[in-house]
Every structure is written in structure tokens, then in C-alpha cells.
């Protein structure tokens, strides 16, 4: 890995999905952390996966989040949310996007293995 071309891709996926992720990205040799995190509207518990892959690998790394991540829908009670507006009956389920994943890439200014 050099130094010029760095990105840091961070991936928030479901929990169910992370693992095989995971798996996916060390097969292609790209190096990955994952750290336990939280969603802050569902409070469940979500993986933040680390990748930090040349720049003409990101596309690559997106395609693996695609092809493992899929996005579906759940409804939730509002009973369970954080907060839900004056005007909503408490006996609706709210419809809420689960799975699938969010990423975030960025510039990395400097790495180094001590
Ligand atoms: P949560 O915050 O628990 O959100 C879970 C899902 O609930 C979201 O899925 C979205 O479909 C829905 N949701 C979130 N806030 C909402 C709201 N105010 N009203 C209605 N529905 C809402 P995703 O968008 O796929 O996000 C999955 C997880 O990724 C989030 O879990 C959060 O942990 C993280 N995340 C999403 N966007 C983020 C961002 N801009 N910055 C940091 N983390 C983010």
C-alpha cells in the first residue's frame, strides 16, 4: 500500500450482513477492521467496517458492499424510536430502510505502520 493514492472507505452495514463482507474484502486482499457500533434512529447494533484500499480499488470495494449488503424494508413500532411526531397514532408501524450500507470515502493525509 503506498502512501499516494490512499482512501479510506468507511462502511455502516447491518450486523446479519457485515461478516460476509468482511469475508468478501480480505478474499480480495483488501484489509478491513471492523468495529461494533450503533445506529443512533434504531439503536441497533450495526458494524462499522474500516478499508484502506488504493483509490482505483474503491469501485471494487463498492461492488462488494453492493453485492453483499442488500437493502429491504421492515416496519418498526413508534414505540420503539427515539421520537415520532405529535400526530402519529401510536398503533402505526413506522417503515424504516434496513440493511443495505452506508459508505463514506475519504482522503487519507497520511498513513504509517509503526
Ligand atoms: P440508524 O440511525 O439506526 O438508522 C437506521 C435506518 O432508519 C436508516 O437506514 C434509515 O432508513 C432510517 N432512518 C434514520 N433516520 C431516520 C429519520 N430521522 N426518519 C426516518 N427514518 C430514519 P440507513 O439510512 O441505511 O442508515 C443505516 C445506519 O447508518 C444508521 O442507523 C446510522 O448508524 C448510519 N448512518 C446513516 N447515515 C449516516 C450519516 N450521514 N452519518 C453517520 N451515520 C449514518
Known sequence: ?????????????ADSDADRLMKALIGRGYPATKISSTGGFLHRGNATILSGVESNEVD?????????????????????????????SLSE??????????????????????
Do not use: D, W
Open 1 to 13: 500500500m503506498s502512501n499516494g493514492q490512499l482512501k479510506l472507505v468507511v462502511i455502516i452495514s
Open 93 to 114: 408501524p413506522v417503515e424504516v430502510r434496513v440493511g443495505g450500507a452506508i459508505v463514506f470515502v475519504l482522503n487519507v493525509e497520511r498513513f504509517e505502520k509503526t
Open 60 to 88: 471494487e470495494v463498492f461492488a462488494l458492499v453492493r453485492a453483499e449488503c442488500h437493502a429491504r424494508t421492515e416496519y418498526v413500532p413508534v414505540q420503539t424510536l427515539p421520537f415520532f411526531s405529535e400526530g402519529a
